[in-house]
């Protein structure tokens, strides 16, 4: 149980700092994993792509598919050999509806590619689906 923020701990899984809570840590090479992520599951199927995904560890970098975040660490990949669809371990756990404590309301995955929401905050429009 870890009971106090340090900034360069990072967990190998998400990639976010490891802030108070449990986790699990290898004391011989610095790896640090958050409780939470070490749960997710093997294989999802998620709202974002047809294809069934699976839980794969990337030590280089990869753009996630949802958010166009560079990213390292877990990483959805696509089953299907052609496919190259990766979706990143905040994205995946991402369900709806998505409760956000500064919107009234629930909110939805944006599923139509063609229809490019603006955003109610920054006023850009959206090019992914998580927006």
């Known amino acids: 149980v870890n009971i106090f923020y340090e900034e360069n701990k990072l ?8 802030y108070e809570g449990n986790l699990y840590s290898c004391r011989e090479c610095n790896f640090f994993v958050h409780e939470t992520c070490t749960k997710a599951h093997w294989k999802i199927q998620h709202a ?11 030590s280089r970098q990869f753009r996630c598919d949802a958010c166009d975040r560079v990213c ?8 299907i050999e052609e496919c190259t669809f990766n979706l990143d371990v905040r994205c995946a756990s991402i369900a709806e ?3 956000y404590k500064f919107h009234e309301h ?3 995955l944006a599923l139509d590619p063609v229809k ?3 955003c109610h905050v920054c006023k850009v429009e959206c090019h992914k689906q998580l927006n």
């Not at 967990?11 to 490891?18: D, E, G, M, N, S």
């Not at 974002?48 to 990337?58: E, F, K």
């Open 11 to 18: 967990c190998q899984a998400c990639v976010l700092p490891i």
């Open 48 to 58: 974002l792509h047809p294809h069934q995904l699976t839980l794969r560890s990337r």
């Open 72 to 79: 390292t660490g877990f990483v959805y990949e696509c089953c």
């Open 106 to 108: 629930p909110l939805f």
């Open 97 to 99: 509806p998505f409760d």
């Open 116 to 118: 490019k929401p603006i």
